[in-house]
């Protein structure tokens, strides 16, 4: 950190982690509360020549909001919702504000978002640079397709704003595009109407990798959302068995109490479990199971239970219930600690996806790291550069870092990747903290790196934007 002492000196430098504390890097945190302040920090650090790193609310698993001896710009501060328009549900937002402040500001109106991740406290403008997806992708899409309008600070100091219509190389090179081209400092995002706080859900079991995919497939027209968990645990005729949830939003005439459901405050997730045990301690009650053979017992228990008793069954939850699973129990991560986590995410063609994900889950038994978590879900293109997406499924799988397996994990990831290429998948950059960059490079053939390195030239030719995750993925 010797040259960060002489580049910025009297600032207190800062350790910052990704949200799978897999990944951390020292830096200098600046948290601007205004457009005014952010250029100052774009002059100072190009001044010194200190490259900046952009960070929302640190909820990338891995390098996406890192980078060793740089200066860390910390958007969280800047979370105001500027303009809210109930007759149309459009939104207009500071980069700080999180899923979170936005659901609970608009929900009694009658909207919730689009796009909403699985766990609620991801800002806006984090969600936008990664282009975040739901379990409704089919048929939703990602954040960044229900974006109007972007407001971006260059690195010059220019203050541009642009939409699909008046700059669409632009617009959708800075959604999916890292932070890489600019700071979002402000966006206009499009709600969708709701009449009850709601969902119909129905459970169903799936006893093997390809009814998962079929079921998942036939449910994608019939059902907003539709999300799997994957016991990967199991194996032989068992692989891939799981269980999926399928949902969509309750009618104002089937709620009777609708209104009521509305309210943010009937939304909040219970801070008890059973009403007794404080849910903030439930992870350290989890983490003596948080090895092999716990897991093991958890996920086949799970699915125990999850195809016999919840078979078949329909029932109703709340928005955020259902949305925001990895809200329920708080700091959960903590259980991976002290090594962390990480996770990969694959997503693959229709045809492709049984053979890649089988071969997948098989690799991961053979090398004795079984994910711990894994989940499926359905998604379908979307027309950003740098997109992750295609017609097909993702197969999400967890993995906790030690320091005995750190180095056959992360070799693991890249045999997990081959296949993916092979079959013209993609990867997800904001789970990522692993991929070799060739593989990364290598899903795309249609030109689009180069002419995302184009717009980078145009917009940052100093490279003064940076950080780990384009450093490794982005650069050949």
Not at 234 to 250: D, E, K, T, Y
Not at 360 to 365: D, F, G, K, P, V
Request: with cysteine; glycine share 10%; net charge positive.
């Amino acid at each position: 950190m010797s040259r960060m002492r002489d580049a910025l000196p009297g600032r207190q430098v800062e350790w910052v982690e990704g949200w799978g504390r897999a990944a951390g890097a020292a830096g200098y945190v600046y948290r601007p509360t205004n457009v005014g302040q952010i250029r100052e920090v774009l002059e100072l650090a190009r001044s010194r020549g200190v490259p900046v790193v952009l960070r929302g609310a640190g909820r990338s698993y891995g390098d996406a909001a890192l980078l060793a001896e740089a200066v860390v710009l910390d958007l969280s501060e800047m979370n105001r919702i500027l303009g809210w328009d109930a007759s149309n549900g459009v939104a207009q937002v500071e980069p700080g504000v999180t899923f979170h402040d936005l659901w609970r500001s608009v929900l009694a109106d009658g909207w919730w978002p689009e796009v909403v991740t699985g766990t609620m406290t991801p800002t806006l403008g984090g969600g936008l640079a990664m282009n975040v997806h739901g379990k409704n992708n089919w048929t939703r899409g990602t954040l960044g397709e229900h974006c109007l309008e972007l407001t971006m600070l260059l690195p010059s100091g220019e203050l541009r704003t642009v939409t699909p219509e008046t700059d669409g190389e632009l617009f959708h090179a800075v959604i999916g595009g890292f932070g890489q081209l600019g700071v979002i400092v402000g966006a206009r995002v499009r709600l969708k109407r709701v009449h009850s706080g709601r969902l119909e859900v129905h459970a169903v079991a799936a006893q093997d990798l390809a009814t998962m995919l079929r079921l998942a497939d036939d449910a994608k027209n019939r059902w907003e959302y539709v999300v799997g968990w994957i016991d990967a645990f199991a194996s032989g005729g068992r692989s891939g068995r799981g269980l999926l949830h399928f949902a969509n939003h309750v009618k104002a005439d089937e709620d009777p109490a609708a209104q009521e459901s509305l309210r943010a405050e009937a939304q909040d997730l219970p801070a008890r479990l059973a009403g007794v045990v404080p849910k903030a301690l439930l992870w350290r009650f989890l983490k003596p199971l948080t090895n092999r053979p716990g897991m093991r017992l958890i996920n086949a228990v799970k699915f125990r239970l999850g195809s016999t008793i919840g078979n078949d069954k329909r029932y109703r939850q709340t928005l955020a219930e259902f949305s925001f699973l990895l809200d329920y129990v708080p700091n959960w991560e903590r259980v991976y600690l002290p090594g962390g986590l990480i996770q990969h995410q694959s997503f693959v063609p229709v045809a492709e996806a049984e053979g890649v994900f089988a071969r997948q889950l098989e690799l991961c038994r053979r090398a004795g790291l079984p994910s711990f978590l894994a989940v499926l879900k359905r998604h379908r293109p979307d027309p950003f550069l740098l997109t992750h997406a295609v017609d097909g499924f993702s197969l999400a799988l967890d993995f906790p870092v030690t320091a005995s397996n750190r180095d056959r994990l992360w070799r693991l990831v890249a045999d997990l990747a081959e296949p993916v290429v092979e079959a013209g998948g993609r990867f997800y950059p904001a789970k990522d903290a692993a991929l070799p960059g060739e593989l990364y490079r290598a899903t795309f053939r249609d030109g689009q790196l180069e002419r995302f390195a184009a717009i980078k030239e145009r917009t940052d030719p100093g490279r003064l934007l940076r950080s780990a995750l384009a450093d490794r993925l982005l650069l050949p």
